[in-house]
């Protein structure tokens, strides 16, 4: 069943890449992310290709699928991930820093009910610690979701409950696969909103970003509160801060007349990709960037 894209946004053109499907894209993040980019990364590769940066910056990071694939696949010297996220933020300045008895520990684990709710009710001592905590939870909640009240997946994969999404030697190889590439990856635990900027102001046209922020209440996936512990930014601002920036962008959205407004402000060109969610509904989400790229 299919529901017609929102009227907001259907002024726009239809990328000509279609969204990929996610099977067919490495998976690199050890990390479930909801609002996960996999799908996006035909444009990615497109967009880097053409653009030629040395240093990419994702300010709102996640799972880092985006920053990983660049890192991975040559597409760029360096990239920097920022996450305001504490839990997740500890996770990937162990990866980053000492991934090897992150990759023991998971290489050890089974996750029961009782053992993940043991884990989620302690008190972290420490990075190591944190970090793990955030993998298990990430991996055992339902649909990865880590936001406050998020429940654990009940039937899981296959009726597998809990266990359903923990492949420890596949989470192993993932780490040691980010491992090559720790000189290439800088992570900051931090609000982009601040951190963006003078960060981009540093690199002048050497970086362009990737924007994936939380999406806004009236888009089709209703991100908001249920899926982060930080969901909620100033669209307008970051609107404003990426037309004043010189370094070029590739930012997503839903396809909120909010944001279709502001893409008209500043004059910036947009694309419609077609998602299928879990219901088969197909919803637009918008790729938008500078310069036309995708139409
Ligand atoms: C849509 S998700 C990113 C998903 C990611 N692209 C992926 O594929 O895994 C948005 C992320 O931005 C983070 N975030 C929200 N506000 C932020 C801020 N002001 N600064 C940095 N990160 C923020 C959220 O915690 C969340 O992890």
């Known amino acids: 069943?299919?529901?017609?894209?929102?009227?907001?946004?259907?002024?726009?053109?239809?990328?000509?890449?279609?969204?990929?499907?996610?099977?067919?894209?490495?998976?690199?993040?050890?990390?479930?992310?909801?609002?996960?980019?996999?799908?996006?990364?035909?444009?990615?590769?497109?967009?880097?290709?053409?653009?030629?940066?040395r240093v990419l910056v994702e300010p709102f990071a996640g799972g880092g699928i985006v920053s990983l694939t660049a890192v991975m696949e040559a597409l760029v010297d360096q990239a920097i991930l920022i996450e305001r996220d504490h839990d997740v933020a500890a996770f990937w300045h162990m990866v980053l820093e000492n991934?090897?008895?992150?990759?023991?520990?998971?290489?050890?684990?089974?996750?029961?009910?009782?053992?993940?709710s043991?884990?989620?009710?302690?008190?972290?001592?420490?990075?190591?610690?944190?970090a793990f905590?955030?993998?298990?939870?990430?991996?055992?909640?339902?649909?990865?979701?880590?936001?406050?009240?998020?429940?654990?997946?009940?039937?899981?994969?296959?009726?597998?409950?809990?266990?359903?999404?923990?492949?420890?030697?596949?989470?192993?190889?993932?780490?040691?696969?980010?491992?090559?590439?720790?000189?290439?990856?800088?992570?900051?635990?931090?609000?982009?909103?601040?951190?963006?900027?003078?960060?981009?102001?540093?690199?002048g046209k050497d970086a362009v970003a990737f924007l994936d922020p939380p999406y806004t209440a009236a888009g089709g996936k209703k991100a908001g509160a249920r899926l982060y512990a930080y969901s909620t930014i100033d669209h307008a601002a970051l609107f404003e801060m990426m037309a004043r920036c010189k370094s070029d962008f590739l930012m997503t959205y839903d396809g909120a007349p909010e944001i279709v407004a502001l893409v008209e402000k500043y004059q910036f060109q947009a694309v419609r990709v077609e998602m299928k969610n879990a219901h088969h509904h197909r919803l637009p989400e918008l790729v938008i960037t500078r310069e036309r790229r995708f139409s």
């Open 99 to 116: 991934g090897a008895p992150l990759a023991e520990r998971i290489r050890h684990f089974t996750p029961t009910r009782e053992l993940v």
């Open 133 to 203: 905590r955030t993998l298990v939870l990430n991996r055992t909640k339902r649909a990865g979701i880590l936001a406050p009240g998020a429940s654990s997946m009940r039937a899981g994969e296959n009726d597998k409950g809990i266990v359903s999404r923990w492949y420890p030697d596949t989470l192993v190889a993932r780490l040691q696969a980010i491992g090559e590439y720790v000189d290439k990856l800088t992570f900051f635990e931090g609000d982009s909103m601040r951190l963006l900027e003078p960060l981009l102001r540093g690199w």
């Open 118 to 130: 043991a884990l989620e009710q302690s008190g972290v001592r420490c990075v190591a610690e944190h």
């Open 1 to 53: 069943m299919s529901v017609p894209p929102s009227s907001a946004c259907s002024a726009f053109p239809l990328s000509r890449l279609p969204a990929v499907n996610v099977a067919t894209v490495p998976q690199r993040s050890p990390l479930r992310y909801p609002g996960g980019k996999t799908w996006l990364i035909p444009h990615i590769r497109e967009w880097l290709a053409n653009v030629q940066a």
